[in-house]
């Protein structure tokens, strides 16, 4: 499983930096994080900065399982199986829903 290590730029708690495979840095907005209880896992659907401003084209969205303990960098993983994937689409299309 790879792990990526992440940080918030300084004094923006709903941005976060994302290192590419070569090391580039780009900027994400954090659209929402959930819990799930059963699970005890934490998750984070994220859009590149700026795709949200125009309503009229769809925004590519990201999904992570995340792990943020206390003193040490967020820790971002991907999401592996499809039961996981199904909650967080299914999580999205609601939150989707709200917004229109």
Not at 2 to 16: F, L, Q, R, Y
Not at 55 to 82: C, K, M, N, Q, W
């Given at each position: 499983?790879?792990?990526?290590k992440?940080?918030?730029?300084?004094?923006?708690?709903?941005?976060?930096?994302?290192?590419?495979?070569?090391?580039?840095?780009?900027?994400?907005?954090?659209?929402?994080?959930?819990?799930?209880?059963?699970?005890?896992?934490?998750?984070?659907?994220?859009?590149?900065?700026?795709?949200?401003?125009?309503?009229?084209?769809?925004?590519?969205?990201?999904?992570f399982?995340?792990?943020?303990?206390e003193?040490?960098?967020?820790?971002?993983?991907?999401?592996?199986?499809?039961?996981?994937?199904?909650?967080?689409?299914?999580?999205?299309?609601?939150?989707?829903?709200?917004?229109?």
């Amino acid at each position: 499983m790879s792990e990526m290590k992440i940080n918030h730029p300084e004094g923006d708690d709903n941005k976060i930096v994302i290192p590419d495979e070569n090391g580039d840095e780009h900027l994400f907005e954090i659209l929402f994080t959930f819990d799930v209880d059963s699970t005890g896992n934490s998750y984070m659907v994220l859009a590149p900065e700026g795709s949200s401003e125009d309503e009229e084209d769809e925004v590519e969205v990201h999904a992570f399982r995340y792990e943020d303990e206390e003193g040490e960098d967020l820790s971002l993983f991907p999401i592996e199986t499809e039961e996981e994937w199904d909650m967080v689409e299914e999580l999205l299309n609601t939150f989707t829903e709200d917004d229109e």
